[in-house]
C-alpha cells in the first residue's frame, strides 16, 4: 500500500464532503493522495463547507479531521498547473477518482477535452488504461449526461454516482458519504472498514 498513489480532483458539483471523505480514507490508509481541485470546485467549498480562499487547503482538510502525517504524503494543485505530474502518460499512479464530478468536466471527459489538469489527467487515465472512477453529481440526469457517462464508460471510466445505501443503519452524514467512499476503495482495491459488507 505505502507505493500506491491516487489522484482526487474535486470540482464544481455539490458534495464536495465526498472528496474530503475519501481523501481522509486514503490518507489513513497509508496512500499517497495528489488533489486536484477546479476554480467552481473551491467556490462550492466554500459554499458548503466554510472554506475560505485565502486559507491553506491542507489546514482547511486538516479541520474536517483529515490526518496528516508527512507533507509529502498529500500534494495539492489547482486546474490551470497542466504541467503537473498527473498530465503526463510517464507518470505512474494507481488510479484516479474525479468526486464530485460536474456535468462540466465529465463533459470535457467523454468528449477528449483536455484543457485544464483535471481533464487532462483524466485522459491519460484513459490512454494509459489506468483506473478512472467518476463519481458524477447531478440529478435528474438529462440525455446529455447519460451519452457522456456512456462513452466515458466505454472508453475504460468507472461511473460511481454517489447514491448511498442505508442497509448499515447510518447515523450521521459522514456514515452516509461513506457507503459511497467505500465502493470507491473498492473499485481501487484498496482495504478498508468503512462499513460492514452485505452478509457479513
Known amino acids: 500500500m505505502k507505493n500506491k498513489t491516487v489522484i482526487v480532483a474535486i470540482t464544481g458539483a455539490s458534495g464536495s464532503i ?66 503537473k505530474a498527473p498530465a503526463s502518460g510517464s507518470f505512474v499512479h494507481s488510479g484516479m477518482v474525479v468526486v464530485p464530478c460536474s456535468m462540466k468536466t465529465l463533459a470535457g471527459i467523454a468528449s477528449g477535452f483536455a484543457d485544464n489538469l483535471i481533464t487532462r489527467s483524466a485522459d491519460v487515465c484513459l490512454k494509459e488504461k489506468r483506473p478512472l472512477i467518476l463519481v458524477p453529481r447531478e440529478t435528474p440526469y438529462n440525455l446529455i449526461h447519460l451519452e457522456n457517462m456512456t462513452r466515458a464508460s466505454r472508453a475504460g471510466a468507472v461511473i460511481l454516482p454517489p447514491s448511498p445505501s442505508f442497509y448499515t443503519f447510518p447515523r450521521t452524514i459522514e456514515n452516509l458519504v461513506d457507503t459511497i467512499v467505500a465502493r470507491i476503495l473498492d473499485h481501487l482495491k484498496i482495504a478498508h472498514d468503512l462499513l460492514s459488507r452485505w452478509g457479513s
Open 18 to 83: 465526498y472528496g474530503v471523505r475519501l481523501i481522509k480514507a486514503l490518507l489513513e490508509a497509508k496512500i499517497r493522495v495528489m488533489v486536484t481541485l477546479s476554480d467552481s470546485g473551491l467556490s462550492v467549498f466554500e459554499h458548503e463547507m466554510g472554506y475560505k480562499k485565502e486559507d491553506s487547503f491542507k489546514d482547511f482538510l486538516i479541520s474536517c479531521g483529515v490526518e496528516l502525517k508527512q507533507e509529502t504524503d498529500l500534494e495539492i494543485f489547482f486546474q490551470d498547473e497542466i504541467s
